[in-house]
């Protein structure tokens, strides 16, 4: 069922997104050649511990996972797609990572992704990372009023393919609000005018997720968790809540540089 939400409810939403933004630039700042990825999920924690918020990460158990996730943030490292569990493992010269976070305060979640590289980045990597970034613009720009949830996905597909890159099925976006996953579903290829229409109100987490290698196989690695490229090619993933309001797509997880 998918839930409408009041311009109240955004505005709640957009403080939830805010301390997630907080969170993921906070985790940008810190990460560098020799940082744990544990490191940095206590990062994000010490920014969620001070907002009041709790995370929606820890402890969620989807039927797909064998274990509660046992961190804040999940954090992919090269050929990890997404749901990285943080480990003990120090950045590399050059790593590519993705950092996804959710926060949950006064009971809105907002949930984010960001991809960046420490060290002396891989121009590859650069172009899969700013194509992430534009997939994910695209999906946003195509969250109107009158436009229909094929037409996201599909923005966001032609982006992908356009620049050679692979697509992970079966994982994507999701509606958004009191719990970090609702209806309806949002897929990173589709077809233009298909699907649900976008009303006023629905709030969704869009994020486009890439393979460098140009195919579409994943797995998931032994702690059931992380999904990982099948070619060993890197993947980028981005991911911001929007509301689809009168006024267009407002991004509820912007970071603003004074944070
Ligand atoms: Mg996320
Ligand atoms: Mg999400």
Redesign the pocket.
């Known amino acids: 069922m998918v839930e409408l939400k009041t311009d109240t409810s955004i505005d709640a939403m957009y403080a939830a997104g805010q301390v997630v933004g907080r969170a993921l630039t906070a985790v940008r700042e810190a990460a560098d050649v020799g940082v744990s990825l544990l490191e940095l999920d206590e990062v994000a924690r010490g920014v969620l511990r001070e907002a009041g918020a709790s995370s929606p990460f820890l402890g969620y158990r989807p039927s797909f996972a064998p274990t509660p996730f046992p961190a804040v943030v999940c954090a992919s490292v090269n050929d990890a797609i997404v749901h990285g569990i943080p480990t003990a493992y120090r950045l590399r010269d050059g790593d590519l990572v993705s950092i ?1 976070c959710g926060a949950e305060l006064d009971g809105w979640v907002g ?1 984010s ?1 960001i991809s960046f590289t420490v060290g002396r980045p891989r121009p590859a990597d650069t172009r899969l990372v700013e194509t992430a970034e534009r997939a994910l613009a695209a999906g946003i720009a195509a969250a109107v009023v009158g436009n229909r949830i094929g037409d996201i996905a599909h923005a966001i597909g032609r982006v992908c393919r356009e620049a050679g890159y692979g697509i992970p099925e079966d994982f994507g ?2 509606g ?1 609000g009191r719990r ?2 609702e209806d309806p579903g949002v897929p990173n290829e589709g077809r233009p005018g298909r699907g649900m229409p976008l009303r006023r109100g629905l709030v969704i ?1 869009i ?1 486009p997720m890439l393979i460098g290698g140009g195919g579409d196989g994943y797995h998931a690695a032994p702690d059931g968790w992380t999904l990982r490229t099948n070619d060993g090619s890197r993947a980028a993933h981005a ?1 911001h809540t929007v509301a689809i309001t009168e006024a267009g797509p407002r991004v509820l997880t912007e970071r603003n540089s004074k944070a």
């Open positions: 996804d949930d992704a976006g999701h958004i970090m996953h987490a994020e991911e």
